[in-house]
């Protein structure tokens, strides 16, 4: 018996471009299990044709941040050789198969997806739902088992999505034959990337709400906002004790600062437990600590940058990667999609049984 494949999808809607959220979700580890080759295929996507469900009315923006999604994947060290990287909309296949999903699935059991509610609320699309924006599970699943993905690495708040795409799978597999795989989520190992907060204290770092360090910032931006960012409010005085619980600067903290970066600025701590501790017992002040913080940042962002002015001086070998990328996962797919049709019995111009079975029957008559 073969051995199964290790094969991983994961990707984003070019609506901006990428942020610390992003790169602690998802990035980071994409780069490691890059590095590690341990996986047969790895296909990243970028959503150009998700993006469009709430978009529909700015086609320019989706546009123009294909090339910046593509630009902060290479500045974080994805590698094209190692990986496929393409454009959602260039294969044709995923659309088909969201058609063919869509009768797999019910209006009330895409209601009740908890990711698609929270979006919709966050859209204000509550009275006015786009039904491309309302499917976006069904083409989600089109875009995991297309490429026959068994790991999906995710953000927390995209469980819901994958749940259903097992579903979708388990559906068909039963309805019709065993040609989909289903898929198994992927979260991120250290806890406060789960869900990175915003500068502002926002439960979400998101690109809707203008709270994001992203990974394309000037050193002077990148200052700027984590200077301003938002702690304890009741943390007026240094004496004052401190509540590191939801105060943003000590959970990119916990997602960012390793013990050599206390060796390297801040020696007199050996961990983040003993800066918490004295922050919570007071004697500490929030400048000495977000300090601590940008020097940390910085120390992710440095090589980020210098790779991202490297392909921003080399657009056309952007634009190439993306190219073959795409061409490549069109085969993919359209291998899937035939099997979706073959297994559907929608093959009528491949099926000699089915010309054969007619012949006698005209025969007959």
């Known amino acids: 018996m073969a051995e199964k494949k290790k094969i991983i999808l994961t990707g984003d809607r070019p609506t901006g ?7 602690v979700g998802s990035l980071r580890s994409r ?10 295929e790895m296909y990243i996507m970028i959503a150009d044709a998700q993006a469009l469900t709430d978009n529909a009315d700015n086609p320019e923006k989706i546009r123009e941040n294909i090339i910046e999604v593509a630009l902060d994947y290479l500045s974080v060290g994805l590698d094209p050789k190692k990986v496929t990287m393409f454009i959602q909309s260039q294969v044709s296949a995923l659309t088909e198969l969201t058609f063919f999903y869509s009768n797999l699935v019910t209006v009330s059991r895409l209601q009740r997806n908890p990711t698609v509610k929270n979006e919709i609320k966050l859209r204000n699309f509550e009275a006015n739902i786009p039904v491309g924006f309302f499917t976006y599970p069904i083409s989600q699943a089109a875009d995991i088992t297309a490429f026959k993905a068994n790991i999906v690495p995710v953000g927390e708040d995209q469980l819901p999505m994958i749940e259903q795409t097992r579903e979708i799978v388990r559906s068909f597999n039963r309805t019709y034959s065993e040609v989909l795989v289903e898929p198994e989520a992927v979260l991120p190992s250290v806890k406060a990337a789960l869900r990175l907060p915003g500068i502002d204290g926002n439960a979400k770092m998101s690109k809707s709400l203008g709270n994001g360090i992203y990974l394309a910032d000037s050193k002077e931006e990148v200052k700027r906002k984590i200077m301003s960012m938002y702690t304890d409010p009741n943390h007026i005085h240094v004496e004052d004790p401190g509540n590191v619980k939801n105060n943003p600067v000590f959970t990119y903290l916990e997602a960012f600062a390793t013990e050599e970066h206390f060796q390297k600025y801040l020696p007199e701590y050996p961990n983040l437990e003993k800066l918490k501790d004295h922050y919570s017992q007071g004697g500490l002040g929030d400048m000495k ?19 991202r002015a490297y392909y921003e001086a080399r657009i056309d070998e952007v634009y190439e990667i993306l190219k073959q990328g795409s061409e490549k996962a069109t085969q993919a797919a359209n291998k899937t ?3 979706v049709k073959d297994a559907m019995k929608i093959n009528y111009f491949e099926d000699k049984e089915l010309m054969n079975k007619h012949k006698e029957n005209a025969h007959v008559r």
Not at 17 to 23: K, Y
């Open 289 to 307: 600590v977000k300090k601590f913080l940008l020097n940390v940042i910085e120390d992710v962002l440095a090589p980020i940058r210098e790779r």
């Open 337 to 339: 999609l035939k099997e």
């Open 31 to 40: 780069v490691e299990i890059q590095n590690k080759q341990d996986y047969d």
């Open 17 to 23: 471009r990428l942020h610390l959220g992003h790169f």
